[in-house]
Nanobody
Framework: VQLQASGGGLVQPGGSLTLSCEVSGVRLDDWDIGWFRQAPGKESEGASHVTTRTRDGSIKYADSVKGRFTFARDIAKNTVFLSMNNLMPEDTATYFC????????????????WGKGTLVTVSS
C-alpha cells in the first residue's frame, strides 16, 4: 500500500489550495482514508486529524477546519483530495494522507499506512 500526497505550496491568508493523494495497493472503499497534518516545530506531538472518510461513507472533520476544508475522492483514479478554502496562518503544516481503521484516540489515529507529506505554508 502506498500513498503519495502532493499539491502543497505557499498561499496567502484567505487563499485556497487543493491537495491530492494518489493511493495504490488498496481500493478506496476498503479502508478509511484520511488527511492529517503536523505543524512546524510540533513533531513531538504527532500529526493531528484533519478529515477522514470512513468505509461507511461518513466524513469526519476536525472542528478547526469545518466549513473551510472538503474531502473528496475520484474512485476511477484511486485518488483523494483535500480542498482548503479561507486558509489561515495556523493551517501551516505538513499534510499527510493515510489509510487504515480510523480511531481518534488510538496510536497514529488507527491508521496503518502513511504517505510522505506535502508542506502547506500560509503566509503573506
Amino acid at each position: 500500500v502506498q500513498l503519495q500526497a502532493s499539491g502543497g505550496g505557499l498561499v496567502q491568508p484567505g487563499g485556497s489550495l487543493t491537495l491530492s493523494c494518489e493511493v495504490s495497493g488498496v481500493r478506496l472503499d476498503d479502508w478509511d482514508i484520511g488527511w492529517f497534518r503536523q505543524a512546524p516545530g510540533k513533531e513531538s506531538e504527532g500529526a493531528s486529524h484533519v478529515t477522514t472518510r470512513t468505509r461507511d461513507g461518513s466524513i469526519k472533520y476536525a472542528d478547526s477546519v469545518k466549513g473551510r476544508f472538503t474531502f473528496a475522492r475520484d474512485i476511477a483514479k484511486n485518488t483523494v483530495f483535500l480542498s482548503m478554502n479561507n486558509l489561515m496562518p495556523e493551517d501551516t503544516a505538513t499534510y499527510f494522507c493515510a489509510a487504515g481503521e480510523y480511531a481518534p484516540d488510538g496510536p497514529f489515529h488507527g491508521m496503518d499506512y502513511w504517505g510522505k507529506g506535502t508542506l502547506v505554508t500560509v503566509s503573506s
